[in-house]
């Protein structure tokens, strides 16, 4: 039996330290070290207050106004059980110091210390035991996604603390007990369920508003803590027993009617698969969703209420294969997370990519296509090969798993690498290990590191008592370093008829790693082709080849994608991609390709190019048609030189076009279109393009929504097409959601005629707060960049790469990576090279943030790239 004791001053304080030491030997008389009050969350303040408190709780009330401008006040009260008295206890909060309006530790007003966005409570008025912390303050905006009439928190990895404070770390799990006062129309969902709401206000005076109360949430992190408010529509739908409740702002009733029954029914799907795959029932009180209008993510896994980006939810008649299968994903993605990352979370943000990895990994192993095999597995190599590939290839790789000293860093740590090269490595460990004793090592991490934490190294522990293969000799390449090797090989003997395969692997670095892996060759023999699978556990293997008539005419490497580094592509490959009948096989050759060209071992941009012009007759397969044009435009845009590009353009137009016509299906048909709409440089082009926004009447069977118009108006202003009236005002006019109006007047200055309307835009984005809605300024900064711009933009490249640091520091953890993408992603100048060359020469590692410069070095490596090729 426990008994818990309300400390109310001075008195009650004494007397809990008298009942604790009754019951316990009495704190030592020896001084403890004095932590440092520092900027951010330190791995050793984590480490030091994980030691000393446990049981923490909150109890939260804010008051938001009408007015986005005006201030949110609120009150909390922090409780927890403290070990150890001896020393000051930090609080963190990063917001200004005038926010912090009063203390009471344990029912006795404190002197407000606040330091290094720390508030300091003193020993003296701490006791070992049960502690009760009252604050008033004003929450900091820093988090709170304010827009005229909705807000949202979104609190990932440290920004709990820019908004209440908190002791922001992912290993001291507590609950939130939250009150809202919102204005009366205005919807609101968190963590717990709905105690209640009523029309009377905290406070009993204020008119027109109503207060929202819900229950205490689960235990969870302090970066999972969320709410959403202001005005949604509501809709409730119960999948399986389930009750669920769903906000969002859309306003197209088509959207809604098609896109609506999908949500519920997916969510269902995934809920049931993880049920069924962990052993664990969903492990929480309720399961809410929220639709966010450019919400900076595809998605957030808060407890108790998702939070998704409403463009990747609501899609329309003319969603291709690929968009309702990105869907799926996302929705299987976040609900995985209900067990990995917000059941069982990381000891500190050096694992964040532990709960990604699993949840990228569920979603591609849920989808219900997986059975029948290939478009789920082409899915999973189109999506997480080229992604993985843009880091791994660059000066700027970083390994999977990171280290990581304060949590003010942490968001540095997110990208490509976690997100596309974690889920290659978890499949070959699956591959490795087995599925069925890959899952029992799953089910038993879980069940062991239920409502805790837990580290990789614990992982790996547990699923290496399930194999008998060495996984801490394998974990060393895969996790702990960067990079990926290169593959040749050599028929033996070489000439006449082979017996065997000598197959070859180096580190692209020139270090002397082996990534252990299988992956299959395939032999096209004269009677027809033999696959064959290589465990690739050496640095040589020999592969028997099986007795034939004849030699193979070519072999074909890695045909099912799952392989990792730069295989060799034969020449024979390349004359007969249209003769590959498999659409992964083709994926793969592709992507094989593109990487041979960038490392320079295979075709230059140019013949490539050639290559998959006459190609785009053949593809038929809408995955397919989505990486291959991708390719092809990044070619176009990036490594061929303008006077080529435009030589060039009418022919490719024409093929894209005719590509376009000889689809039978709508969805291949829309995306052949975006590819010709991509490269429009031609009059005659930009004129057809022209006449279908003005008529709003797509070609053949292509589907065009409200957003396909409004990207096309984008496309031809960057052209500067010239037009009777201004294209984009006509645009906005046609456009009736109010989100989606308001986005387009924030872009609307980067695509003006005007060079000096764009120079002001720019001078803008130095202003933090016009940065707010950061997917529309990265948005805008493409095509402000955009290659048809760069003669009057380039001018911006210092003064952007001088902002990153504070990008980092005020925007959300993919901003910077999607500020640099955004910036340089298109150029190919050696003028543009040499100013990012001379940033880097003048921002040593030494100096500087290294984990902003490793961005730089990845969003600048195919401008590094063009220059040699």
């Known amino acids: 039996m426990t008994f818990r004791f309300r400390t109310a001053g001075p008195a009650s304080g004494l007397l809990l330290v008298l009942l604790a030491a009754c019951q316990r030997p009495l704190v030592p008389t020896t001084t403890v070290p004095t932590l440092p009050v520092e900027t951010g969350v330190s791995q050793t303040l984590a480490e030091a207050r994980k030691q000393l408190l446990s049981q923490v709780a909150y109890t939260l009330n804010l008051n938001i ?25 930090q609080l963190d909060f990063k ?8 203390v009471t530790v344990n029912g006795r007003q404190v002197p407000i210390d606040y330091r290094n966005e720390h508030l300091v409570l003193p020993a003296q008025a701490l006791v070992v035991g049960r502690n009760e912390v009252k604050i008033e303050f004003i929450a900091g905006d820093q988090s709170l996604n304010r827009s005229d009439d909705y807000l949202y928190t979104l609190l990932v990895p440290d920004r709990a603390r820019t908004v209440f404070p908190v002791f922001d770390q992912p290993n001291l799990k507590a609950t939130l ?15 717990g369920l709905l105690a209640d709401s009523s029309a009377a206000t905290l406070d009993g005076r204020v008119p027109g508003f109503k207060v929202y109360r819900f229950a205490p949430s689960d235990s969870i992190s302090t970066y999972l803590f969320s709410f959403a408010a202001g005005k949604f529509t509501p809709v409730r739908h119960e999948v399986g027993g389930r009750p669920m409740h769903f906000l969002h702002r859309e306003t197209d009733s088509t959207k809604i009617r098609l896109s609506m029954p999908a949500i519920f029914r997916l969510h269902g799907e995934a809920l049931s698969f993880l049920e069924k795959y962990t052993g664990i029932p969903y492990p929480f009180q309720k399961f809410d969703f929220t639709a966010i209008p450019d919400f900076q993510y595809g998605g957030m896994e808060h407890v108790g209420n998702i939070d998704y980006k409403a463009s990747s939810l609501f899609l329309d008649e003319g969603a291709t294969k690929d968009q309702l299968l990105g869907r799926q994903n996302l929705i299987g993605h976040e609900t995985a997370h209900m067990w990995f990352g917000d059941l069982v979370t990381m000891q500190w943000f050096n694992d964040v990519w532990m709960k990604e990895v699993f949840a990228n990994f569920m979603a591609d192993k849920m989808n219900p296509e997986a059975a029948a095999g290939p478009a789920q597995l082409l899915k999973f190599v189109t999506d997480h090969y080229p992604a993985a590939y843009a880091v791994d290839r660059t000066a700027g790789a970083n390994p999977i798993r990171q280290p990581l000293a304060n949590l003010q860093d942490a968001g540095s740590l997110y990208g490509n690498i976690i997100y596309h090269k974690a889920p290659i490595m978890m499949r070959q460990l699956e591959r490795l290990m087995g599925e069925k004793p890959f899952q029992a090592g799953v089910q038993e991490y879980l069940k062991r590191y239920a409502y805790g934490n837990a580290t990789w190294p614990d992982l790996i522990t547990i699923l290496d008592a399930h194999t008998p293969a060495d996984l801490q000799a394998w974990n060393q390449v895969w996790v702990n370093q960067p990079g990926r090797p290169l593959f040749d090989y050599q028929p ?21 790693r082996v990534w252990p892996q299988q992956f299959e060759v395939t032999l096209m023999y004269p009677s027809g082709p033999v696959e064959l699978t290589v465990n690739m556990d050496q640095r040589q293997v020999s592969v028997p080849l099986p007795a034939q008539s004849a030699a193979p005419k070519y072999v074909l490497f890695n045909p099912k994608g799952l392989g990792y580094g730069v295989f060799p592509v034969a020449p024979q490959v390349v ?25 320079g071992r295979g075709l230059a941009p140019r013949p490539l190019l050639d290559r998959y012009l006459g190609q785009l007759a053949h593809e038929t397969n809408d995955l397919n048609i989505k990486l291959l044009t991708g390719q092809l435009s990044d070619i176009f845009w990036k490594f061929l030189p303008p006077a080529e590009r435009t030589a060039l353009a009418p022919a490719l137009e024409k093929a894209l076009w005719q590509a376009m016509l000889s689809q039978k299906l709508p969805g291949e048909q829309k995306l052949y279109f975006k590819a010709y709409q991509s490269i429009a440089l031609t009059p005659a082009t930009q004129a057809r393009l022209y006449q279908i926004w003005q008529s709003q ?6 589907k065009l929504t409200e957003d396909d118009y409004t990207n096309l108006a984008l496309a031809l202003a960057v052209r500067d097409y010239a037009t009777p009236q201004p ?27 005007e060079v000096a309307v764009r120079d002001q835009f720019f001078a803008s984005l130095k202003d933090d707060k016009n940065r707010e809605k950061e997917a529309w300024v990265t948005a805008a900064l493409g095509y402000l960049h955009h290659p048809l711009r760069q003669a009057t933009s380039e001018k911006y490249l ?30 190919r100048s050696a003028t543009a090279a040499s100013t990012v060359d001379f940033f880097l020469k003048t921002h040593p590692a030494t100096s500087y943030n290294p984990q902003l410069r490793l961005k730089l070095l990845q969003a600048a490596d195919d401008l590094f790239r063009a220059q040699k090729l």
Do not use: C
């Open 65 to 89: 106004p009408l007015q986005k401008a005006a201030p949110i006040t609120g009150s909390e009260v922090v409780a927890f059980h403290l070990e150890d008295n001896r020393q000051p206890l």
């Open 492 to 512: 033996q003997p070489a000439t006449g008829q082979p017996t065997q395969l000598i197959i070859n692997q180096r580190a692209e670095d020139g270090s002397n």
């Open 697 to 702: 009447k797509a070609p053949a069977q292509v």
């Open 798 to 827: 210092p003064a952007s790469l001088d902002l990153l640091a504070e990008i980092q520091a005020t925007g959300d953890i993919f901003f910077p990576a999607a500020w640099l993408q955004s910036t340089l992603g298109s150029y």
């Open 575 to 599: 004359d007969n991609l249209a003769t590959l009948a498999d659409p992964v096989a083709r994926a793969s050759t592709y992507i094989t390709l593109y990487e041979n060209m960038l490392s």
């Open 727 to 753: 294209i984009l005002p006509q645009q906005l006019a046609r456009i009736k959601n109010v989100d989606r109006r308001q986005r387009l007047e924030f872009m609307m200055p980067a695509l003006s005629p």
């Open 177 to 191: 007990t939250l009150s809202l006062q919102v204005p009366r129309q205005w919807q609101a969902v968190a963590n």
């Open 95 to 102: 917001a200004p110091a005038d926010h912090l309006h009063s």
